[in-house]
């Protein structure tokens, strides 16, 4: 039984991890630029680059807490989507305002309402998948994808 529960649960960080990738939207924002930009656009640029590993280390806590969470009680399910869906959009949102602080044109907030809710619908999947509600994955994202065409 333990085994079982620890290999569900290494699957679903697996499946997570590689859903969302590695960084957070700030941290691959402000990797995009290059140090001499930063520099040349001022301080408020400079600033918010900085917030870039705060929004970092809260991905990777999302990353690991979430499937722990999930396999340790379902019933967590709908508040960890919604949490992890306020946080992606903050994340988002901050990465937006990184770029105007640099001197580049915002995120457009329908991108970001777009992504967040094509990220939280994967976390729903994932979440059923691994409840064994039976949902596939895989005609979510097809779904997901194609409404945001």
Do not use: F
């Not at 290999?7 to 691959?28: D, F, N, R």
């Amino acid at each position: 039984m333990r085994g079982s529960m620890a290999l569900k649960l290494i699957g679903m960080a697996a499946m997570v991890s590689l859903s969302v990738g590695c960084a957070s939207v700030t941290q691959q924002t402000a990797r995009d630029m290059s140090q001499t930009q930063v520099a040349s656009a001022g301080a408020g640029c400079q600033n918010a680059v900085k917030t870039a590993a705060v929004h970092d280390e809260i991905k990777w806590g999302r990353v690991i807490a979430t499937p722990v969470l999930t396999v340790a009680s379902a019933g967590l399910l709908p508040a960890l989507v919604g949490a992890n869906a306020a946080l992606d959009y903050a994340d988002r949102h901050n990465a937006s305002n990184m770029r105007v602080a640099c001197g580049y044109e915002p995120i457009d907030r329908e991108a970001i309402l777009a992504d967040v809710a094509t990220n939280a619908g994967i976390s729903v999947g994932l979440g059923a998948v691994d409840l064994g509600l039976g949902a596939d994955v895989a005609n979510l994202q097809d779904a997901a994808s194609n409404s945001s065409n």
